[in-house]
T-cell receptor, first 122, second 114 residues
Framework: GAVVSQHPSRVICKSGTSVKIECRSLDFQATTMFWYRQFPKQSLMLMAT?????????EQGVEKDKFLINHASLTLSTLTVTSAHPEDSSFYIC??????????????????FGPGTRLLVL | KNQVEQSPQSLIILEGKNCTLQ??????????LRWYKQDTGRGPVSLTI?????NTKSNGRYTATLDADTKQSSLHITASQLSDSASYIC?????????????FGAGTRLAVHP
């Protein structure tokens, strides 16, 4: 099946620094990738939808200037947490949708998730 | 109020036993419903996906059911194994024209003990 990778798997940084997380679709091209945040014992919360070649669409309450998303190619999206603070410590997960061979946007595509990145801001 | 409610929040069973996890949703209009397994510190992995016209779908020892009329779904795990210990997440895809949004349940944390 399709594989989505994330790098790094975990990162510890000092408050005020910026952290970049990469999300790659390894064996398919993903025009759309999604970024989620998950706090302990809570469900995944969609942060933004990343579209290749255009600006990301952010969910309500997510600061676009703090969480910078770049979808530079069909296989790579990056999330940069700028001026990170301890409250940004969380589990960040990306996902990508493998295009259906026959249906366009039919909603039946499987969404593959990356393994996640654990961010700890001290 | 969350549009996807899962129960129980957590569950402990003995290895070899069966269990059933519940998911109730109010998402409308509804496109499809998915069950994911998420191991601790890992990303979710898809188990099943069902549209409103499907009542049941199996994937090995996992069997999902869907009642679109009552907006209920269940995930039945047969002959549980220690490796089944994980969070199981019910995800409903909201259909709204060209924009389809996934609504996540909080998950059921399953612990399988020897």
């Amino acid at each position: 099946g399709a594989v989505v990778s994330q790098h790094p798997s975990r990162v510890i940084c000092k408050s005020g620094t910026s952290v970049k997380i990469e999300c790659r679709s390894l064996d398919f091209q993903a025009t759309t990738m999604f970024w989620y945040r998950q706090f302990p014992k809570q469900s995944l919360m969609l942060m933004a939808t990343s579209n290749e070649g255009s600006k990301a669409t952010y969910e309500q309450g997510v600061e676009k200037d703090k969480f910078l998303i770049n979808h530079a190619s069909l296989t790579l999206s990056t999330l940069t947490v700028t001026s990170a603070h301890p409250e940004d410590s969380s589990f960040y997960i990306c996902s990508a949708t493998e295009p259906h061979p026959h249906l366009a946007g039919g909603g039946q595509e499987t969404q593959y998730f990356g393994p996640g990145t654990r961010l700890l801001v001290l | 109020k969350n549009q996807v409610e899962q129960s129980p929040q957590s569950l402990i069973i003995l290895e070899g036993k069966n269990c059933t996890l519940q998911c109730n949703y109010t998402v409308s209009p509804f496109s499809n419903l998915r069950w994911y397994k998420q191991d601790t510190g890992r990303g979710p992995v898809s188990l099943t996906i069902m549209t409103f016209s499907e009542n049941t779908k199996s994937n090995g020892r996992y069997t999902a059911t869907l009642d679109a009329d009552t907006k209920q779904s269940s995930l039945h795990i047969t002959a549980s194994q220690l490796s089944d210990s994980a969070s199981y997440i019910c995800v409903v895809r909201e259909f709204s024209g060209g924009y389809n949004k996934l609504i996540f349940g909080a998950g059921t944390r399953l612990a399988v003990h020897p």
